[in-house]
């Protein structure tokens, strides 16, 4: 028979022997409920046995090898209440609560299995039917307990209390004066994980701590389903604050009877033991409980932090991860237990289940995750009161100065050039070396910085010359083609252009000058003007420039316009010309110096009486050919001057300087 557990035994007696500052594990306590009646009627089967004290054996239904368990106590369904709350060393805990320890008591287990029996006895039958004493659970049995020791220690004992539940990933104030509003969880170095706003409650007597109790429990949210007719949709954490008083304070000199209750600022938290009894919600399964709706919603956050309290607990297991990353942030239920998981506190883990052979595979479940619990250990510390810490706090600050006083110094000695062997002109060269490079990094990047803006702005100089120089040419290109015009031999009648804008048609090898309709037909082929490229355009040219074509090939050797396109790029292929290429100046002044232009065309009929020697052809066709070559150049120089040169001091003349007149 596999026997998995504990080899430590008795909880009561573990934590007698004192742990404080002992690695000491998470003591376990198993109860077995009774069957139900629910159960019975069904005649369902019993499958836990308790054999021994700390022996729970598992015998599954249908054969297959039994299994047996090991806690520090078993206890089978006979116990009473009053056995459980004997066994599980529950006073213990609270003796260490009262030396200054935080301890805790949490159950856990499947729903329905008897947590919420276990800390705080069942529910009331009906409304004012007190619950009879016999039944009273760990929680009411700790308070008498409490209460009755502490008026018998013979110092001043403060005691006051907090309850709170976690619904749906929210922590809300059982206690509260008015009604709960979600509180936040808040860490710091002194406190860890706390509940900020929680209202801490003192109290001086077993019926008010009672008291707090019952409202409590009649805040806490319950629902029936299939298992359990009052089933617990939190987890609920009541803790009591055990603090020895030095001195009374002036409220209770005043007023005996505020002991009773008197409110604690929020924002104060009691110093001293603690002890903490936590039920948690039970894990479901919604198929099982048959939970629709908001009970869903409420069993898949219960059973969303109860995983993230096993993933705690397993990573806790590892002695290697323990010094790491716990993810007790996982869940509002981590956060307020990681204290007592992982920290200073000391804990003790209450698994309920049932026998029935219906619920055994969460019976399971719960065994294993309590074997696991029960290898989980903490190292308890009662935390220090400021006062009595303040010393001692003072003594290791001064140590750990010393001590990274004396580490300083060993650097600094590593570094001293008489020390470490470094020669001191090597140093200071190094010194210097490195600054110099840095200030000459910085004039340089200064440089840099000026040079680039420099430039920028010479290429925006540039920019506008070239624009303005492009007009130019665009306008002198215009008024060379008219004046060509006036000296091609006559193909026909050409209409006249009744643009004022332009005193002559051009040719549409060129974009058209205007948009009137005289102007969007080619005045040589009557074609009309849609695309500037005109197939016909080299045809043209001869009927302006003469026979020979503008890079000097006869035209006779041209291929015909009709004639199939050749593959670009060939040899035997003139490139053909873009636009840009037809209107450039150079090609045009060829054009012009080779050609002897007879002027042939007819006077323009609209050109007004004073209009310029250009227009009227004849001398002015070379003077703007060279013109135009003028203005290339100057676009030229002044691209590469944008491109290559920070601009001088005096590159602001204007565009148009040194260009020849008109
Ligand atoms: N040891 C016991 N003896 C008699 N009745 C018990 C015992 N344990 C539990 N019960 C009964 O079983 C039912 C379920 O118990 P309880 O409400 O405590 O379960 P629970 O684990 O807290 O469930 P949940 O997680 O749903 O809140 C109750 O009616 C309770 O009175």
């Not at 022997?17 to 009774?34: A, D, F, M, S």
């Not at 706003?197 to 701590?209: M, W």
């Not at 603690?274 to 948690?280: E, Q, S």
């Not at 650097?411 to 140093?427: A, C, E, F, I, N």
Request: proline share 11%.
């Amino acid at each position: 028979m596999e026997e998995r557990g504990s080899p430590d035994g008795d909880p009561a007696r573990n934590l007698e022997q004192g742990p404080e500052g002992r690695e000491t594990p998470i003591q376990v306590v198993l109860r077995v409920r009774p069957m139900s009646a629910v159960e019975l009627r069904r005649g369902e089967q019993s499958v836990l046995r308790c054999s021994g004290a700390r022996t729970l054996q598992v015998s599954p239904p249908g054969g297959g090898p039994d299994l047996a368990f090991r806690f520090g106590a078993v206890l089978d369904g006979a116990r009473t209440q009053e056995d459980v709350f004997r066994a599980s060393g529950v006073r213990q805990l609270g003796e260490l609560a009262l030396r200054g320890l935080s301890c805790t008591v949490f159950t856990f287990g499947q729903t329905g299995s008897g947590k919420t029996y276990t800390l705080t006895g069942p529910p009331p039958q009906g409304e004012g039917v007190p619950v009879p004493p016999s039944l009273a659970g760990i929680m009411q049995r700790t308070f008498t307990w409490l209460v009755d020791r502490v008026q018998h220690l013979g110092v001043p004992v403060t005691l006051q209390a907090s309850y709170l539940e976690i619904y749906n990933e929210q922590v809300l104030d059982l206690l509260s004066l008015g009604s709960p509003r979600p509180l936040p969880v808040r860490w710091n170095k002194t406190r860890g994980f706390y509940v900020e706003q929680l209202r801490v409650v003192e109290f001086g007597s077993l019926e008010a701590l009672m008291e707090l109790l019952q409202i409590g429990l009649s805040r806490r949210r319950s629902s029936a389903h299939t298992l359990n007719q009052a089933s617990s949709r939190s987890h609920a954490l009541l803790t009591l604050y055990i603090s020895r008083q030095t001195k009374p304070r002036p409220h209770q000199a005043r007023n005996p009877q505020s002991q009773q209750m008197p409110p604690v600022d929020p924002g104060e938290h009691p110093v001293g033991g603690k002890l903490c009894f936590v039920d948690l919600a039970g894990s479901e399964k919604v198929a099982a409980t048959g939970s629709r709706g908001e009970l869903m919603l409420e069993a898949n956050s219960i059973n969303r932090s109860l995983l993230a309290l096993g993933h705690c607990i397993s990573l806790l297991l590892d002695p290697r991860r323990k010094q790491s990353h716990i993810p007790f942030r996982d869940s509002k239920l981590t956060k307020l237990l990681a204290d007592s998981l992982g920290g200073r506190g000391v804990t003790l883990m209450v698994a309920c289940v049932s026998p029935s052979a219906q619920c055994l595979p969460e019976t399971l479940s719960t065994l294993r995750y309590a074997s696991r619990a029960q290898r989980v250990t903490t190292r308890p510390q009662a935390p220090k009161s400021p006062a009595a810490e303040q010393p001692q706090r003072l003594e290791t600050e001064i140590l750990q100065l010393r001590a990274e006083n004396r580490l300083l110094r060993s650097q600094l000695g590593q570094m001293d050039p008489k020390v470490s062997g470094v020669s001191g002109t090597r140093v200071a060269w190094a010194q210097r070396n490195l600054y110099g490079m840095l200030q000459e990094f910085m004039l340089e990047n200064e440089r840099l910085r000026k040079e680039k803006s420099q430039l920028q702005s010479s290429r925006d100089l540039a920019r506008d010359e070239q624009r303005v120089l492009a007009q130019q040419v665009q306008e002198l290109e215009r008024r060379l083609l008219s004046a060509c015009s006036l000296h091609q031999p006559r193909l026909g009648p050409v209409p006249p252009c009744p643009c004022v804008m332009v005193p002559a048609p051009s040719c549409h090898a060129l974009p058209p000058l205007c948009s009137c309709p005289s102007c969007r037909l080619c005045p040589l082929c009557r074609a009309p003007l849609a695309h500037w490229a005109c197939p016909w355009r080299e045809l043209h040219l001869p009927r302006v420039f003469g026979p020979k074509a503008p890079d000097g090939m006869p035209l006779s050797a041209r291929p015909p316009p009709c004639a199939p396109p050749c593959s670009p790029g060939s040899a035997k292929c003139p490139r053909e010309r873009s636009h840009s290429g037809w209107t450039e100046t150079r090609v045009l002044a060829e054009i012009l110096t080779e050609e002897e232009v007879v002027p042939s065309a007819p006077p323009l009929p609209l050109g007004p009486p004073n209009t310029s020697p250009v227009l009227r052809g004849g001398a002015a066709v070379p003077k703007l050919a060279r013109r135009l070559e003028a203005l290339r150049d100057q676009i030229g120089s002044s691209l590469r001057r944008g491109r290559s040169q920070p601009p001088s001091s005096g590159s602001k003349a204007s565009p148009g300087r040194g260009l020849p007149p008109c």
